[in-house]
């Protein structure tokens, strides 16, 4: 997040001495990425972030993923997922390539153990329920409606209040921001932006726990889980400050772009990243031209993969999909709306669909686990006579 937050207490110069009050040193580290060249965060912890007691591999990170069968558009209906563990355990890794992982985790459990990926950002998109994400640079609260963007290298822990929390992950190999083109030289949202600043939030509190005993803090690198057991609480954080933490940004607050006559998806997106973007669609009016058709045209992805994450409201351009549907449209081929809703849209004046969509810049792959919830008629659903029997693929 380019904007400066600080919580806690800090030293009024950095690198310098800052002491507990038995006299000794608060342990500084500077967390920041691409090297010093990008944005970081310095904080002031009671121990050491060095002192493990325990390294161990946790687990093997291993994504299986289908055999490519012929091109074709996917939908994969994860609303029947039962509940899953925790936020981070209970994920079901939905589809993936080099760049992405996107998978949904419905939570009914809190994490016993604290988690931090070390090889991207990620983004938790909440569809439903409450409940907070604790870190090392304070507590967040979440609401139907959030992104969740946790940087790369934090550890966390997540969790849910009463109930379920319906979870959307995006785990990335890259950062995590707002588009470039919304924001001027010094990184300022531009008034031409559908959201600003005062959208988004930052941590709320930050408790400093000096508790000691057993921690686990399970890392997401290099194709593995590992694991390192800390003697001392990770959350001993007694101040920080920079451009690097979690923040909040709710779907809500997106700010629609709307025209005269259909609009593309790029005024849609809300985050970007190495080879991918996320997109918000909202509620919103539809075109006001006279003969204006609200549908999309069909159109073909040249080069890109797009997926569509159903969270409520009637998709105006798709049937059969429903809340938690998931849908996969392959470059290569072209894709649009289905029979009928070209004509249906004609005349509407608005429509309350809310989905999030990614796009990707490299063809993504479904995993092998999620086969179990597709629907293998979505690619003749176009078809005035869709075949009785799905052909082999
Ligand atoms: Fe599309």
Known sequence: MAFYRQMGDIPKKRHTMFRKADGTLYREQVMGTKGFSGIQSILYHHHPPTAVSKAEVH???????EEQGALR????LTGGCADMGDAVDGRRYMLGNEDVLIAVAN????????YRNGDGDELLFVHEGTGRVETMFGTLHYRP???????????????????VSKLLAVETNSWITTPKRYRNPHGQLLEHSPFCERDFRGPEQLDTHLECGEFEVRTKSRGFIHSH???HHPFDVVGWDGYLYP??????????????IHMPPPIHQTFEGNNFVICSFVPRLYDYHP????????HSNVDSDEVLYYVKGNFMSRKGVTEGSITLHPSGIPHGPHPGKIEDSIGKKETMELAVM???????RVVKQALQYEDDRYMYSWCAAPPETTPTV
């Open 59 to 65: 687990a093997k990170f291993d994504i299986e993923f």
């Open 73 to 76: 558009h996917r939908h994969l």
């Open 107 to 114: 939570a009914a459990q809190s994490m016993d153990y604290y």
């Open 145 to 163: 409606g959030d992104y969740i963007v946790i940087p790369i290298g934090t550890i966390y822990q997540v969790i849910p209040d009463e109930g």
């Open 229 to 231: 057991t800390f003697d």
């Open 247 to 260: 923040w909040i940004f709710n779907i809500g607050d997106f700010e629609p772009i709307t025209g005269r």
């Open 291 to 298: 003969e204006g058709i609200p549908a999309p045209y069909f």
């Open 358 to 364: 990614i796009d990707t810049f490299r063809p993504l």
